[in-house]
């Protein structure tokens, strides 16, 4: 046993430094990136904000939607041959992944998929932990089979694995373990890092070796998404903030809270509607129950299953998230995404706002 005593921060530990800045308008701000990985050669032009493979995120229609607007979409592991076949038309290869497990069945099925259609050119290879021996020996599978894609690979929290799993073949490492807003494996199991930490050690280990890393998780609000980018993520994955919207394809459901309100005479009560979408861990009961028929004897749930509000079309997230990182931009005269990072410099706090008059969340 040891214990390492120096800092390990997260988003809600750190806040920006302004600097001084030469730019007018946030419009000034250019937040498209060019990247060629370094196994497959591919180059890839977008903004690399990426909606995550969890159910009701990484949706087809999510993927229409987010790529409109240049961003990228891992689809969900459950999406058979034909389900991805019957929207293809639609999709834009440059902006979507499939993803898959490990299983000798998901190897088959992504080999089918690929199969049937060639011109896609990211695979996203995902399990919740990336430290297993037999992880890695799948990635370097993979990699033989498909020399020409992009692999993303993941998930880790530290740069030996960063490194193991570049080495192995992926192009992109995933990096987070435990701050998702629906997963509970740091309370479950005890293990995790955290995020903001993680980024910076892991694009450290990461560019070294000429690759890159995804940020998977952690994100609350658009001022989160422009921290993931200065600590050196190449890419950020949001699932929480992507979820409740129509192109999730969640349920809707519709609630009647009753409020007590004063008339002349007296209190009569008004309901309100209010709406709401489930959402979900990919490692908790309800999706294994879904996907599996059962949570098997052998493990016990990762995550925890929330009704959020509903947000209706996504494109109003996308905007607010563009505009928030555009902002940050300006604040420390980055005039491009890429020059975010140099620009950055954090400093540790104790508190983030002042939310005296924030509302109840329901």
Same mark, same amino acid.
Do not use: M, W
């Given at each position: 046993m040891r214990i390492e005593f120096d800092d390990k921060l997260d988003f809600s530990d750190v806040l920006i430094r302004p600097k001084r800045s030469t730019l007018q308008s946030r419009k000034e701000v250019d937040l498209s990136r060019t990247y060629t990985f370094k196994h497959s050669s591919a180059s890839w032009t977008g903004i690399p904000i990426m909606a995550s493979n969890m159910d009701g995120v990484g949706t087809l229609e999510m993927? @229409?939607?987010?790529?409109? +607007?240049?961003?990228?979409?891992?689809?969900?592991?459950?999406?058979t041959t034909s389900d991805i076949g019957s929207a293809f038309e639609t999709l834009n290869p440059n902006h979507f992944a499939v993803s898959t497990g490990t299983s000798k069945r998901d190897l088959e099925q992504l080999k089918e998929?690929? @199969? &049937? +259609? =060639?011109?896609?050119?990211?695979?996203?290879?995902?399990?919740?932990?990336?430290?297993?021996?037999?992880?890695?020996?799948?990635?370097? @599978?993979?990699?033989?089979?498909?020399p020409n894609h992009v692999i993303i690979a993941g998930n880790v929290v530290t740069a030996d694995m960063t490194q193991e799993l570049i080495l192995r073949g992926a192009d992109i490492v995933k990096v987070g373990i435990g701050p998702g807003s629906v997963c509970t494996t740091r309370i479950q199991t005890g293990v995790g890092y955290p995020q903001l930490s993680?980024?910076?050690?892991?694009?450290?280990?990461?560019h070294g070796l000429g690759a890159h890393i995804i940020s998977d998780g952690g994100c609350t609000c =658009?001022?989160?998404?422009? @921290?993931?980018?200065g600590a050196g993520a190449d890419f950020v994955m949001l699932g929480g903030m992507f979820a409740? +919207?129509?192109?999730?394809?969640g349920e809707v459901i519709t609630e009647y809270h009753d409020t007590m309100q004063r008339t002349k005479d007296s209190f009569e009560p008004i309901y309100k509607e209010r709406k709401f979408v489930e959402f979900y861990g990919m490692s908790s009961s309800t999706a294994m129950i879904k996907h599996h028929g059962s949570v098997a004897d052998y493990r016990s749930s990762e995550g925890r299953t929330v009704k959020i509000p509903f947000k209706g079309n996504v494109d109003v997230t996308v905007l607010d998230i563009l505009g928030g990182i555009r902002s940050t931009c300006t604040y420390v005269g980055a005039p491009t995404l890429k020059q975010l990072s140099k620009c950055t410099t954090f400093i540790k706090v +104790?508190?983030?706002? &002042?939310?005296?008059?924030?509302k109840e969340k329901h």
């Open positions: 993927a @229409k939607a987010l790529q409109t +607007h240049q961003l990228f979409t891992c689809l969900v592991k459950s999406y998929t690929l @199969k &049937n +259609h =060639p011109s896609i050119q990211f695979i996203c290879i995902d399990v919740a932990n990336g430290y297993s021996e037999y992880f890695g020996d799948f990635v370097e @599978k993979v990699r033989g089979l498909f993680a980024i910076i050690e892991c694009a450290d280990a990461a =658009p001022g989160d998404v422009a @921290k993931a980018f409740g +919207h129509i192109e999730g394809g +104790h508190r983030q706002y &002042n939310d005296v008059f924030v």
